[in-house]
């Protein structure tokens, strides 16, 4: 089993997954200094198949109230775009780590990308209150993503489809 933890979450996924937090990669920091604003999502995540490359944005407001000015949907989808452009180069980053360019490599193979956005709510504050508000967010990004044939799952632990792994 491999166990990530993203904020307060802890992502389990079964043995055979290959999983990696990409906000700690090597090449995650240097290729975001390559321009102001390049983002990265939490966890890269490919199937035990390999057929399908889950690229997994976690946000937990159980704990602590949003303070971005930036809208949470466009946060979403720009860190999504941008961990798409970085894999190419992140698996011919020679000069990388190699578990990251493999792991890249690994990614670019899946014949499947499913986009997943984890958010917990605040429910003592009334913000995000569960799975009408995710249902919500889910039509929203779907509109920000037309042209592109990506699944998208917007989830929270009460709220959890069967992906494959858990989160507690």
């Known amino acids: 089993m491999t166990v990530v933890s993203v904020d307060s979450l802890r992502f389990e996924f079964p043995d055979g997954?290959?999983?990696?937090?990409?906000?700690?990669?090597?090449?995650c920091g240097e290729?975001?200094?390559l321009a102001n604003g390049i983002k990265a999502a939490d966890l890269i995540a490919v199937s035990p198949d390999g057929g399908?490359?889950?690229?997994?944005e976690a946000?937990?407001?159980s704990a602590r109230l949003r303070v971005?000015?930036?809208?949470?949907?466009?946060?979403?989808?720009w860190k999504t775009l941008c961990t798409l452009a970085a894999l190419l180069p992140a698996s011919?980053?020679?000069?990388?780590?190699?578990?990251?360019?493999?792991?890249a490599g690994l990614a670019?193979?899946?014949k499947k990308v499913v986009v997943v956005?984890?958010?917990?709510?605040?429910?003592t504050a009334g913000l995000f209150p569960g799975p009408v508000y995710l249902a919500q967010i889910k039509m929203s990004l779907l509109g920000k993503f037309p042209r592109i044939d990506v699944p998208l799952h917007v989830t929270c632990k009460a709220a959890m489809p069967a992906l494959g792994w858990s989160v507690s």
């Open 17 to 27: 997954w290959a999983v990696a937090k990409y906000d700690d990669w090597q090449f």
């Open 117 to 123: 956005f984890h958010i917990e709510p605040n429910l």
């Open 52 to 56: 399908t490359l889950y690229l997994i």
């Open 59 to 61: 946000k937990d407001f």
């Open 108 to 110: 670019l193979r899946a």
């Open 68 to 77: 971005k000015t930036q809208p949470l949907m466009e946060e979403l989808v």
């Open 92 to 103: 011919l980053n020679q000069a990388g780590k190699a578990s990251e360019r493999q792991h």
């Open 31 to 33: 290729f975001q200094k």
